[in-house]
């Protein structure tokens, strides 16, 4: 979602005269666009504001340049004038729900005066309302963020105070930004959201839609090939959702699925408000619809309270599940959430201990995966140039990279059979399968 607000910030910025650069020491203005769902994600945006007072701000107090230093995103909303308490040579703190106001901001600030900007407000007028995406630089393949916030308040995340109350943007302006991206050559689009299944707006006839009627209505849009939606939570799984992975062929295999831990015990306590059994029996479903699905997820090792006894039907839930591929973090404590205040925490060896187990049973499972794939041939979208000399770089419908050889001068949007050759742990090697779908 923060690759999708900073293309946003792009775009506001480009008719005010400003182009993306790629040497940050020479910029004009510097934007962190900023994530604040761990801590070390906190501390990254420090260090990198630490680094950027030593390596640029104090080298312009010699040349007399002024780069304006923003900071964006949640960390902005959760830390607020704080950064510009720890950090002076911050201009402009901006939330994920206001940086619309980006131009405006920008042009308030006085380089001779020193004055600081804040704005970490949550705005009536929804951010997207003030939006335009820029259709000229786009890939074959784009996000489009349809839904914002949660509701849900599990008790170790940050997610509801830094992006807000739940939204789901409206049918119109999701078709209208899905069309823009298509007609500017995009051919795959990836629905974003905090709880994307959780979307629901008016569709036609003035129906109540959800995710699986949005994405039924979105494979109608003749050359957008390939759709997929991330991240979902597993009590907004509904029908309609699990038969579009069964009847809409434009939507990919793949479902990313956040179970967090296999206890049911630390389940409650996180507040995810489904059981074990209830998440075992939608993975089943879904399956049952279409079989082939790749099922990924997201566990979180060392909540506070967890025993060994949990951690064991963590790793017992991961062998029940077999995820095609998985992320994994140690738990970590976020000022404002309900789970700073218990108090049973886990020794941090301990901690790294099974974070060791869960991921080398998740690596074992991914590589079995993507072994599997050996001598299959799939639709691949051919996304950019690899490292190689004729090296192309490619995602299958399992959301596995994948790497092939052609001549052929520019692939890069194509869609090609490619037959898989070669399975490593994060990526596959493939031929094309026949140079007549060129
Ligand atoms: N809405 C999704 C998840 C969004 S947050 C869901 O409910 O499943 C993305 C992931 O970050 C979560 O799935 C979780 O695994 C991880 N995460 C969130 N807060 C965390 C914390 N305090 N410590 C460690 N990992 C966390
Ligand atoms: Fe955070 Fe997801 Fe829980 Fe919402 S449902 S509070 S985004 S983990």
Redesign the pocket.
């Known amino acids: 979602m923060n690759f999708y607000d900073s293309e946003r910030m792009m775009d506001l910025l480009k008719p005010h005269g400003y182009i993306l650069d790629d040497n940050q020491d020479d910029a004009d203005i510097i934007v962190l666009n900023t994530c604040h769902?761990?801590e070390k994600a906190v501390d990254k945006t420090y260090s990198e504001l630490g680094r950027i007072r030593d390596k640029i701000k104090l080298r312009q107090q010699k040349t007399g340049k002024k780069s304006i230093v923003i900071v964006a995103g949640c960390v902005a909303q959760a830390e607020g004038k704080e950064i510009i308490k720890r950090s002076p040579w911050v201009d402009i703190v901006v939330g994920p729900q206001s940086y619309q106001n980006l131009p405006e901001l920008i042009s308030k600030v006085d380089p001779i005066n020193n004055n600081k900007h804040i704005n970490i407000e949550f705005p009536i007028i929804p951010k997207f309302d003030h939006l335009d995406i820029d259709i000229n630089e786009r890939s074959s393949s784009a996000f489009l963020t349809i839904q914002e916030g949660?509701d849900?308040f599990?008790t170790?995340?940050?997610?509801p105070y830094t992006r807000g109350a739940e939204y789901s943007r409206p049918l119109t302006s999701i078709l209208e930004e899905a069309k823009k991206l298509v007609d500017a050559g995009v051919k795959e689009i990836t629905l974003l959201g905090?709880?994307v299944n959780a979307w629901s707006a008016t569709g036609k006839e003035k129906k109540n839609w959800g995710l699986g009627r949005l994405i039924q209505e979105l494979a109608k849009i003749k050359e957008l090939q390939f759709i997929r939606y991330t991240?979902?939570?597993p009590l907004d799984m509904d029908i309609e959702l699990i038969e579009a992975h069964r009847d809409v062929s434009k939507l990919m295999p793949y479902l990313h699925l956040?179970v967090?831990s296999g206890s049911d015990k630390i389940l409650k306590m996180m507040n995810r408000k489904h059981s074990i059994i209830e998440y075992i029996k939608v993975i089943e479903k879904v399956r049952d619809y279409n079989p082939q699905i790749a099922i990924s997820g997201?566990?979180?090792i060392g909540f506070p309270g967890e025993t060994d006894k949990d951690h064991q039907a963590t790793l017992d839930l991961i062998r029940e599940i077999n995820y095609s591929q998985a992320?994994s973090?140690?738990?970590?404590?976020?000022p404002g959430?309900p789970?700073v205040v218990f108090f049973d925490h886990v020794d941090e060896n301990i901690k790294r201990k099974r974070l060791q187990e869960v991921q080398d049973l998740l690596r074992l499972q991914q590589m079995q995966f993507n072994k599997k794939s050996i001598n299959s041939t799939l639709k691949v979208l051919v996304l950019k140039k690899g490292k190689k000399i004729n090296q192309y770089l490619g995602r299958t419908p399992f959301n596995q990279s994948i790497y092939f050889n052609s001549n052929y001068n520019n692939l890069i949007g194509s869609t090609i059979d490619i037959t898989v050759t070669d399975a490593f742990q994060n990526s596959l090697a493939g031929i094309i399968n026949s140079d007549k779908n060129i």
């Open positions: 769902i761990r949660c849900k599990c170790f995340c940050v997610v905090q709880n991240t979902s939570h956040p967090q997201d566990f979180i992320y973090f140690k738990y970590s404590s976020r959430t789970a």
